[in-house]
C-alpha cells in the first residue's frame, strides 16, 4: 500500500476537511463555485480508481481499507482540484478547438491500428472499455489539456536552486572506499551439536517463527494475447507491409553528434555560414555570439529524435565536420554542424519476420479478447467455476495444489508459472473461497482470472516435524553470537589503536579493499547493508555490519570519502535537475490550488460522500 499511495501524489491540493462539511444539494458530493460533482461522477471515478489501484499492488482494495487509509477523501480532493481549474479556464476564457483536440487523439500512439496509423475501431474499443462515450472522451481530453496549460503558465521556467541540486547530487553520487574483512563460520570455530534440551528450548521460544504457513489451492485462467496469436495465420504480404512502415523500429537507428547556433533571421545565418566558408570555425562563431559549447550541443540524435523536419532532413544530409548552410525550421534559422556518424544497423525482413508476425497475430486477437472476456464474465455470473469455463470455451486453466504468501510451496521451493505481473499470490490470500474476483490485468493487454479453491489454514508444528530445521537455526544463531563478540574485539583494538592491517593478521584474517561504494549499492563483493553502513560512519572510523547472511559479518574502516563534482550537462546530474524541477513545480501548483479553492469555495456533502464510500450517515 506504500507503493499505492505513490499514485496518488499529484500536483493538486487536498483540501482539509475541518469545517467544511455541510449538507447541500442531494445529488451532488461536493460543490467548487458554480461547479457541482454528482454523486454518481464520484461514485463512477471512485471506483475505477480502486479497481485501478487493485490491479497495481495485486489484490482488490476494500472500501473499509480505502477509508481507513483516506483514499476516499484523497481521490475526492482529486476531483475537487481538476474542478478549480476548471472553473479557473472559464474564469480566464480559455478555450480549444476541436480540430487541435482531434490532432492531438489522432496522433496519439494509443489508438494506432497494425498498420501504425490511427485507428478509429480501435479507439472507439478502448473509449467504451473506459466507460466513454466519444463526446464525453473528447470533453474530458479538452478539461485535462487546459489544466495543463494553467499548470504550465503558473511554474513557468522553473529554475532549480544550485544548492538543492548540490545537496541530491552529494548524497546519491558520492563514493567511498573501505578497507575490510569477513568473518564467517570458519572464525566461529567448532560449534557443538545442540542437547536435546538446548534444542528443545530453543523451539519453545520461538515457536511461531517455526509455524506451517497457511496454504491455498488457486485455479488460474489466462486469456491474452500471447496465448490467442495465430502468427501462422499471417501472411507474408502483410508481414512485409508493416516491416515498411515500421523500419525504423528494428535495428539501430543511425545517430550524428549535432550542434545549433540559432540566429534571428536568415541574413544574419548567411553572412556566419559565409565566414565559415573563408576558414572562421563554427566553435568561433558560437563565441562571438557569447555561446557556450553546451549551448549549441544537441548531442547524438538519431533523425527521429529532432522535432522539426526541416532540422532533421539537413542534419542527416551533412557529411561529419561539415557545417550547413541557413535551415528555416519551425522555431526559427540556425547553423547545423556534425562532428561525428555513428552508423546504423538495419535488419532485413526476413530476421525479423517472425517477430512482426507475432505482432500483427497479436494486434488481431484483441477484439476477440475482448469477446471472449465478455463470455467469461457471463459464464461466472451463472456459477460455473473456472475449471469448468476453460472447458467449454477451449481454454487451459491452471490449478495449483497449494501455495503460501511467499509463492512456495509445501516443499518450500517456489511454485514455477507463476506471471512476474500481476501478484496474483498476493491476489488470492486478500480473497476467499467462493469470491467473485476482479480479473487482474496482465501488461500485454490480457487478464488473469482466478479463484481460491481452498484454504489450509496456518498451524503449530512439533520439533519432531521439523528438528533438522530448528538445528540449523540454533547453529546459525550461535555462529552469529560468536561472530559479533569477535566484531566488538576487532573494533575494540582498531578504536584503541591498532592498526587495520595488524588486527586483521593477529585475527588470521585477510585485509580487502573496495572502492568507488554509493549508497544503496552493491559493489562486489561488499553486500548493500555494509555498504549503507559505510556512508553511516565517518571517514577514519572503523564499523561492522551483518553480511547478506546472519553466519557473516564484516568489520571495516572507511579510508576515502570522494565529493562529487556538479555537471549541469551530465546526463546524470540533468535527472537530479528534472526530478527537483517536477518536484518544485508540484509545490507551486499545490499552492496556486489551494489559492483557488479559497477564492472559488469549497463546499462537502458529508452525507452524500459516505454513501457512495459505505461510511454509514457519520
Known sequence: MAVVMGFL?????????GDIFRG?????????????????????????????????????????EARARGLDRQLLGQLIAEAALDEQAKKLQLGLANDDIAQRITADPSFRGPNGQFDRAHFEQLIRQAGFTEGRFIEDQRRAILRRQIAQGVTGDMKVPTTAMAALNQYRNEKRQVEYVILGPPQAGNIPVPTPEELTKYFEDRKTMFRAPEYRKITMLTVAPVDLAKPDAVSDADAKIYYEQHKANYGKPEKRELRQIAFPN???????????????????????RDMKASDTDLGMVSQANIIDPAVADAAFALKPGETSTPVNGRFGTVLLHVSKIEPGEEKSYEQVAGQIK??????????????LRDKIEDERAAGSTLAEIAKKLGLKATAIEAIDRSGRGPDGNLVTGLPQTPNVVTAAFASDIGVDTEALQLPNGGALYFEVIGVTPSRERSLDEIKDEVATRWRDDEIAKRLQSKADDLLGKLKAGTTFTQAASEAGLKVEMATDLQRGKPSGFVPVKVVDAAFRTPKGVPGSAEGDKESERYVFRVTDVVDPTLN???????????????????????????????????????????????????
Open 24 to 64: 447541500f444539494g442531494r445529488n451532488a458530493v461536493a460543490a467548487i463555485g458554480g461547479t457541482e460533482i454528482s454523486i454518481e461522477q464520484f461514485r463512477h471515478f471512485y471506483n475505477d480508481r480502486l479497481q485501478q489501484l487493485g490491479r497495481q499492488v495485486g489484490r482488490p482494495i476494500t472500501p473499509d
Open 266 to 288: 536568415e541574413q544574419e545565418a548567411s553572412a556566419a555560414r559565409e565566414r565559415i566558408a573563408k576558414g572562421t570555425t563554427f566553435d568561433d562563431i558560437a563565441r562571438q
Open 9 to 17: 501524489v499529484i500536483s493538486f491540493a487536498i483540501w482539509g476537511i
Open 358 to 371: 507475432n505482432e500483427i497475430a497479436e494486434s488481431r486477437v484483441r477484439t476477440e479478447i475482448a469477446n
Open 568 to 618: 549541469a550537462n551530465s546526463s546524470q546530474d540533468k535527472a537530479i535537475t528534472d526530478a527537483l524541477r517536477n518536484s518544485y513545480s508540484e509545490d507551486i501548483v499545490t499552492e496556486y490550488i489551494t489559492r483557488l479553492e479559497n477564492d472559488f469555495g469549497v463546499t462537502i456533502n458529508g452525507s452524500a460522500l459516505n454513501q457512495v464510500v459505505g461510511g454509514g450517515q457519520q
